[in-house]
């Protein structure tokens, strides 16, 4: 097991300054025309594969980091560009992590690539969860898989909610109930191919932040798609659910999975928003003057800056001590990977309150940043579970007793 330290080795560094580097000359200088667009921006994402950002190397160098920083590092910096295209870039990897998380080595070398596409023509892939009625209450999901044992496919039928890239994805990744009565238990995580029939996306949502990555419900009316598509493969399915309808122990549940691998890397997203936000201000409060001299050195100023400096650091700590648990197999026995979501996305929201405060009228116009920073950072009390499913999370690690 690799030690935990506080001290970046030489390739972290230069993996903070790479990221760094593209998100402060790339990823921001167009961050406020894809937000006033509203639109996935595709040349962003087609560079960030020409310089090796976007794609499963990327990913997997970061993973083979053992002390499971690298990920978090090159999260912060490039959302610390802007969350909006760091997610357009970023959000193919949830459903990279569910097929990690649920597949057989042989699904990763099909699926994955497929995700990504290449450097000519990227592609993007969505991981489709939430549903209107199963958001917070994954056991209420209502689409549904059927096996067709005389095709060897699986049916789907049901409607996603909130699904980042939905529609406009290469692949799809899709969860669905096989035995409802099982509830969660009775769940499986399925691949859909590019081009499959029966899968569409007809409205896209408009949203208060992250208005550069696109957000759809997916729509799947019987939907077919060869066995090999079902996650772990139909044996290890047929397995765990005999064991459920003995009433074993659950080991696991493909969409909480997914979310376990991923909340510390969603909290390193809210940390970089948070941080942009607390930079800028620190800098306006040092520019602007009132009654004759700069607005910083009133308390009341310095001291909302100190306390978001704070908050920050604090933050990241959560962050890179569940990151280095999760990539080290140190099981959360008190909630840390959402203690670290859960910090970081109330930071994200309270610091960018404060930079929009302390910039005052200026804060309200979108000739500064801190607007869209801080109508993005809302969604991180929101996705990947709220701050209450968090906190549930950790009240029943810490209690041992099913809290409701």
Partial sequence: MVEFSL???????D????????ASEVVRPAAAEWDAREETPWPVIQEAAKVGLYGFEFLATCWADPTGLSLPIASEELFWGDAGIGLSIFGTSLAVAAIYGAGTPDQLVEWVPQCFGDVDSPTVAAFCTSEPEAGSDVAAMRTRARYDEATDEWVLRGQKAYATNGGIAGVHVVTASVEPELGSRGQAAFVVPPGTAGLDATRKLRKLGLRASHTADVFLDDVRVPGRCLLGGKEALDERLAR???????TGQ?????????RPTVGAQALGVARAAYEYALDYAKERVQFGRPIITNQAVAFALADMKMEIDAA??????????GRNNRPFTAGEGSMSKLKAGEVAVSVTDKAVQLLGGAGFLRDHPVERWYRDAKIYTIFEG???IQR??????ISGMQIR
């Fill in 254 to 262: 493909a969409a909480m999975r997914t979310f376990e691998l991923s």
């Fill in 316 to 325: 990241r700590l959560l962050v890179w001590r569940a990151s280095w648990m």
């Fill in 392 to 397: 549930l999370v950790i009240s029943r690690a």
């Fill in 244 to 250: 459920a309808r003995s009433g074993q122990r659950a």
């Fill in 15 to 22: 993996l903070r300054d790479w990221v760094h580097g593209f």
């Fill in 386 to 388: 709220t701050s209450e």
């Fill in 7 to 13: 001290d970046l080795n030489e390739e972290q560094r």
